[in-house]
């Protein structure tokens, strides 16, 4: 199974920007669906961003549409997170996950999580 490691978070303040890293290893990191998921203080784990293996095609949380980018490059086995215009609701612990499946009208992690990288945004 790939193992993933995040980095990129920090502290911002509201109207910000971050860019978030996820590197795997392991196994054949291109032929598989990776995204972040994050998880607020007191909160379930949430669903943010899925990109496709090939990278044409990516999916969005409604509350991230429009302002944050996943893009992925297979050469570097690394999946990125760009986070513009960021609020304090966007304050969480992000964790990337190398195999996300969808199932009806949502995506399941089915890949190990890494540590996370908090992100904090400040008003």
């Known amino acids: 199974q790939v193992q993933v490691v995040e980095s990129g978070g920090g502290l911002v303040q509201a109207g910000g920007s971050l860019r978030l890293s996820c590197a795997a290893s392991?196994?054949?990191?291109?032929?598989?669906?990776m995204g972040w998921y994050r998880q607020a203080p007191g909160k379930e784990r949430e669903f943010v961003a899925v990109?496709?293996?090939?990278?044409?095609?990516?999916n969005y949380a409604d509350s991230v549409k429009g302002r944050f980018t996943i893009s992925r490059d297979n050469a570097k086995n690394t999946v990125y997170l760009q986070m513009n215009s960021l609020k304090p609701e966007d304050t969480a612990i992000y964790y990337c996950?190398?195999?996300?499946?969808?199932?009806?009208?949502?995506?399941?992690?089915?890949?190990?999580w890494g540590q996370g990288t908090q992100v904090t945004v400040s008003s």
């Open positions: 392991g196994r054949t990191f291109s032929r598989y669906d």
């Open positions: 996950n190398a195999d996300i499946r969808p199932l009806s009208s949502s995506w399941l992690p089915f890949g190990a």
């Open positions: 990109i496709s293996w090939s990278g044409g095609k990516t």
